[in-house]
């Protein structure tokens, strides 16, 4: 079963525009993270953000986590045309044995 | 250092066939999970293993599905005959620990092996 999910399922922006990708989840977490994943191949890790942190940055990336709402965001800056990909938000859920829980992903695609 | 790799890249197999698909995770990472996506879908999880051991097995969808790590290393998947609806990308992941609790559990993710079953 899936228990992100993520919103918008497809976002289309201009190259410099900011895109922004939310997710919910329905359980208790650990941590969360954003992954990206071109061609429907392998996932590149992004960002992983834990129960207890609330903001977290890496370069263009830009996590926040509200756990009250049960929910994440991903900002990406400053967008380029390589940022085209699909994002998913994937929950380590307290007590699941670290195995990752994933959405069904967002389609970004930046126009160049 | 070298990430992680799976072989074979693609997969294709005739209903019925039985196959195997490998996972060589990044050295000295002691948790191996393999994960299933379907077209469209997020990765979904199969098994865990902390070590040579299964420690969460509950993603197996049936009993033709059987994984195992007998070195604590290289994972083999293994599906015995195989359904039409078995065709997706089987992806593997490791991490230093997935020990419960253990929050920093980035996991690694490999290419994947995309299996078409005919």
């Known amino acids: 079963s899936q228990q992100g999910e993520e919103d918008p399922q497809a976002l289309s922006i201009q190259e410099g525009e900011n895109a922004t990708m939310n997710c919910s989840y329905k359980?208790?977490?650990?941590?969360l993270q954003w992954y990206r994943q071109n061609s429907g191949r392998g996932l590149v890790h992004l960002i992983l953000i834990r129960s207890n942190e609330r903001e977290k940055h890496s370069g263009r990336l830009r996590v926040t986590l509200d756990t009250s709402k049960k929910s994440s965001s991903l900002l990406i800056t400053a967008s380029r045309a390589a940022d085209t990909a699909s994002y998913f938000c994937?929950?380590?859920?307290?007590?699941?044995?670290?195995?990752?829980?994933f959405g069904k992903g967002i389609t970004l695609s930046v126009r160049p | 250092g070298a990430g992680v790799s799976q072989t074979p890249s693609n997969k294709v197999t005739e209903k019925g066939k039985y196959v195997e698909l490998r996972c060589d995770p990044i050295?000295?990472?002691?948790?191996l999970y393999w994960y299933r996506q379907s077209l469209g879908q997020g990765p979904e999880f199969l098994i865990y293993?902390?070590?040579?051991?299964?420690?969460?097995d509950s993603g197996l969808p049936n009993d033709r599905f059987f994984a195992v790590r007998p070195e604590g290393s290289v994972s083999t998947l293994k599906i015995q005959r195989t359904e039409r609806g078995d065709s997706a990308v089987y992806l593997c992941?490791?991490?230093?620990?997935?020990?419960?609790?253990?929050?920093?559990?980035?996991?690694?993710f490999g290419p994947g092996t995309r299996l078409t079953v005919l």
């Open positions: 293993f902390q070590g040579t051991g299964a420690a969460d």
């Open positions: 992941a490791s991490s230093f620990s997935g020990e419960r609790g253990f929050s920093y559990n980035e996991q690694f």
């Open positions: 994937a929950t380590d859920e307290t007590g699941a044995n670290s195995k990752l829980t």
């Open positions: 050295s000295g990472h002691t948790a």
């Open positions: 359980t208790s977490i650990n941590n």
